[in-house]
């Protein structure tokens, strides 16, 4: 989708606050550990260019991202440091991630096999990340038999440089230690079987780093702190408190485009799920479901001016409406999403409303909302 640049419409995304999330981690972190930044999905929706760049500057030492095409933005961006692609790329690209010198995830022998035949036929050498499935159930290495082979074709192959050996976890923002405990049992185990030594041991996320759970390693993988948010806001459990102050960074703000009144009897929206039972006014803005403003935030209170007013109606593709307290002009600022983690409409209580997580809702943003930079 084209960036809708004139349309009164935008995610505006606070560096100041992207720098203070970083810098808090790093003064948490122990001394020598090195955090790498994740910024796949477009740094969670923010933008993965402004993301990374800013928080290189405030003492990251790596990026992370789920795909190839995500690391070679970042180096088409002038952007120097490690970057780590945490899916499994396919192996054939093993040379062209070589080319721009990104490392990639291996996860099984016969990946490691393909790209080596692809590597040799380049004449390249390609940086890994052995990832390891010590319970996540996603992608990696869970068979000691197949890690021994992996390690036998690694010893003394100049195709491969083996960066890091890694694992990630499904539960660190649960309270519950006994399944997180388990996986880093079975990540050692995996460790002890190898004889080459990879150059970075990487295990914890954001939650296992900031609620006291963190397994002293080279590096974390720093992702949903750095945007502000707390990993564990999960509507199905209360959220644990982070060891280190989080100021989020994105809000959304768009302006009313058309307000009129309606009249006793009058609908609103497809299928006139609203119904007007008095004289009323009603406010239009021009954001919907092809923004990433979802449908199920039908009646989820947005700051028009100073008031918070509810959604009245189904949200539209491009617009939704609202009831207004009394006649607005045209060009009021509507905040859709606030920053401020105790204003009614922060980001988990849409994520609330959605009945989902709040990496859900920044990531859905979609292309055409404007991604707007202040310092
Ligand atoms: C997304 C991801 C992370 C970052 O997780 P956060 O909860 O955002 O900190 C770390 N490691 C892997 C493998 C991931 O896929």
């Known amino acids: 989708m084209v960036p809708a640049i004139h349309r009164p419409a935008q995610v505006v995304v606070d560096l100041g606050a992207i720098k203070h999330n970083v810098t808090a981690e790093m003064q948490h972190l122990p001394q020598g550990t090195q955090m790498w930044a994740v910024v ?108 021994v082979a992996a390690n036998h074709l690694l010893e003394d192959n100049k195709h491969f440089f083996v960066e890091g050996m890694f694992t990630h976890f499904s539960t660190a923002d649960s309270s519950d230690d006994v399944y997180f405990n388990y996986q880093v049992k079975r990540f050692k185990h995996m460790q002890n079987l190898l004889t080459i030594k990879p150059k970075y041991i990487h295990l914890d996320n954001t939650a296992a780093s900031i609620f006291g759970k963190d397994v002293k390693t080279d590096l974390v993988r720093f992702g949903i702190g750095i945007y502000g948010l707390n990993p564990s806001a999960n509507p199905a459990s209360p959220s644990l408190p982070a060891e280190i102050d989080l100021k989020p960074a994105l809000s959304l703000v768009s302006e009313l485009s058309f307000v009129k009144q309606i009249h006793p009897g009058y609908g609103v929206g497809y299928g006139a799920t609203y119904q007007a039972d008095s004289d009323q006014w009603i406010g239009t803005v021009p954001v919907g479901y092809a923004d990433g403003w979802q449908r199920s935030l039908q009646g989820f209170k947005v700051k028009i001016g100073d008031t918070y007013c509810p959604i009245v109606g189904r949200i539209c593709m491009d617009q939704f409406m609202v009831r207004l307290p009394k006649e607005m002009p045209v060009g009021t600022k509507v905040e859709l999403i606030s920053a401020d983690p105790t204003a009614p409409n922060n980001i988990k209580a849409v994520a609330d409303k959605v009945g989902t997580i709040h990496y859900e809702i920044t990531c859905l943003l979609s292309d055409r909302l404007p991604r707007v930079y202040h310092a």
């Open 40 to 147: 796949k999905a477009n740094g969670y929706g923010h933008g993965a260019v402004q993301v990374a760049k800013t928080a290189l500057a405030a003492g990251a030492t790596g990026l992370c991202v789920a795909v190839l095409d995500e690391a070679i933005q970042l180096r088409n961006a002038d952007i120097t440091v490690p970057i780590l692609v945490l899916g499994i790329a396919p192996a054939k690209e093993a040379a062209l991630a070589s080319s721009f010198d990104i490392s990639l995830t291996a996860g099984s022998l016969a990946w490691l096999q393909a790209a080596d035949q692809v590597l040799h036929a380049a004449g390249k050498q390609l940086k890994i990340h052995l990832g390891i499935d010590s319970g996540m159930g996603r992608i990696g290495f869970s068979e000691d038999e197949e890690f």
